[in-house]
């Protein structure tokens, strides 16, 4: 049973770079036969979801082109983790980080497995 | 930029069929999913590739897309099922989530 843990501080200073890693247990972040996107999705206090982008194995990203400018995601295969950067950070940026695993089989692009989310808050 | 449109909210009385509507252009064109979100969880996919039913999840849950708009019925709704309900879709390489409806069963 493959689960999600996402880590990292819980409070960021405005202008700086939140940092958050999610840990993947129970199975591989990938391969070259892979069908798993690796993606973060925040959700702002009583607001809905809002995606911010995803990693491939092989390090090929997509970013929210709404984020792009600030989003910087890493991926590790050999600690089985992802990483998310996102620099410059405002109040805005207050919310719930999620990462969550996107199977992607033909047209069957689904979001199957999410992470229990952390909540980072930006204040000074 | 792709949009997504939900009703913010819909109300439903326990036995009865909730819809919940996601409205973007050429929506048909396109699969939606929905994920289903109870207060203080993450979400849950419960409808996937606009009609499909993920292992576990109840029949009472269903989907259809028609034109611009993607419906999620949930038939003899039960009280289990309030939560917030999202529809999302692929424009092109990216992803959108629609701002989400709040089912309240009373």
């Known amino acids: 049973q493959v689960q999600l843990q996402e880590s990292g501080p819980g409070l960021v200073k405005p202008s700086e770079t939140l940092s958050l890693t999610c840990n993947v247990s129970?199975?591989?972040?990938?391969?070259?036969?892979?069908?798993?996107?690796w993606n973060w999705i925040r959700q702002p206090p009583g607001r809905g979801l809002e995606w911010i982008g995803y990693i491939y194995y092989n390090g090929i990203t997509e970013y929210n082109p709404s984020l792009k400018s600030r989003v910087t995601m890493s991926v590790d295969t050999s600690k089985n983790q992802f990483s998310l950067k996102l620099s410059s950070v405002t109040a805005a940026d207050t919310a719930v980080y999620y990462c969550?695993?996107?199977?992607?089989?033909?047209?069957?692009?689904?979001?199957?497995?999410w992470g229990q989310g952390t909540i980072v808050t930006v204040s000074s | 930029s792709y949009e997504l449109t939900q009703p913010p909210s819909v109300s439903v009385s326990p036995g009865q069929t909730a819809s919940i509507t996601c409205s973007g252009d050429?929506?048909?064109?396109?699969?939606a999913c929905w994920y289903q979100q109870k207060a203080g969880q993450s979400p849950t996919m419960v409808i996937y590739?606009?009609?499909k039913r993920p292992s576990g999840i109840p029949e009472r849950f269903s989907g259809s897309t028609s034109g611009n708009t993607a419906t999620l019925t949930i038939s003899g709704t039960q009280a289990m099922d309030e939560a917030d309900y999202y529809c999302?879709?692929?424009?092109?390489?990216?992803?959108?989530f629609g701002g989400g409806t709040k089912l309240t069963v009373l």
């Open positions: 590739q606009d009609t």
């Open positions: 999302q879709a692929w424009d092109s390489s990216t992803v959108v």
């Open positions: 050429k929506l048909e064109d396109k699969y």
């Open positions: 129970g199975g591989s972040i990938g391969g070259s036969n892979s069908y798993y996107y």
């Open positions: 969550a695993r996107l199977l992607a089989d033909g047209t069957k692009r689904t979001f199957d497995i």
